[in-house]
């Protein structure tokens, strides 16, 4: 397959992904919605990387994982954290920083 | 058509289905479970790129790691308020609109790439060119990177710990 095709993919993730983002409500749901963004940005990496036979676009995929997998480890645990203090991961119902 | 396009094909209808399952179900816990499927598939793809390392990665850190801890925290939310985890959309005209634009306007960008049709050969092993890679050229940022994750598992310990 060409690179178009990997491209396209997941552009087409991505865009789903940010769907996800912007409808859900559920703080965890946009999470999710968040994770298959960096997915589609993965596919992009390693694509790049495999069709200019450079080498780079595989460690900064593994690099972008790691550093996913930590940053999801920190917001459910802000999550947890709203939810325990306001009793809802609604995100519409999150606005203390609101003046 | 060749073998690697018919997988090709597979592997984008998995992908995008459980895509699209992961933003449209009410149900918070399926939908991270359609997550799991498309990681998984996205480690497919990594494996029809020539990477199978990275498939490996993916497999036990976003499929095993991620999906385990999302359940857990939704496990928790939900027996801590002991209500349903179904949950609605929002804005859902709006949101389509958006993401079609951001797509248009990638595809409007990938349009005047030049098709790399061909591949070129690997000089080498891919898993032993990431190994020597990782402790020679790109040892600092590795070594950051573990620390970064410490750091991040420890900060995510203190947030959510429990108040005595």
Not at chain 2, 26 to 45: C, E, I, K, R, S
Not at chain 2, 82 to 100: D, H, T
Not at chain 2, 123 to 136: C, K, S, W, Y
């Amino acid at each position: 397959m060409p690179l178009g095709a990997y491209l396209t993919l997941a552009a087409l993730v991505f865009a789903i992904g940010l769907f996800g983002v912007l409808t859900r409500r559920n703080a965890v749901g946009i999470l999710l919605g968040i994770e298959l963004m960096l997915n589609a940005v993965n596919i992009n990496l390693v694509a790049f990387g495999r069709f200019h036979a450079d080498l780079g676009g595989a460690i900064f995929t593994m690099f972008t994982i790691a550093i996913t997998v930590a940053e999801v480890a920190v917001g459910l645990a802000i999550v947890i954290v709203i939810f325990r203090v306001r009793r809802t991961v609604d995100a519409d119902h999150l606005d203390l920083l609101r003046g | 058509m060749t073998a690697e396009a018919l997988a090709f094909a597979g592997v984008a209808v998995v992908l995008l289905a459980s895509s699209l399952g992961v933003v449209l179900t009410p149900n918070l816990f399926h939908a991270v479970l359609y997550l799991a499927v498309a990681l998984v598939a996205t480690g497919v793809v990594f494996l029809l790129l020539d990477a199978p390392f990275l498939f490996g990665v993916q497999l036990l850190l976003y499929a095993g790691g991620v999906v385990a801890i999302v359940v857990f925290a939704i496990m928790l939310t939900e027996r801590l308020v002991g209500q349903s985890i179904r949950q609605a959309s929002r804005y859902l005209v709006n949101g389509a609109l958006v993401s079609l634009a951001v797509f248009v306007g990638v595809v409007g960008f990938l349009v005047h790439l030049p098709t790399g049709a061909t591949r070129p050969a690997w000089p080498g092993d891919l898993t032993t060119m990431v190994g020597r890679a990782l402790v020679g050229p790109f040892a600092l940022p590795f070594e950051l990177l573990a620390v970064l994750l410490v750091i991040a598992l420890i900060g995510a310990l203190y947030l959510a710990r429990s108040e005595r």
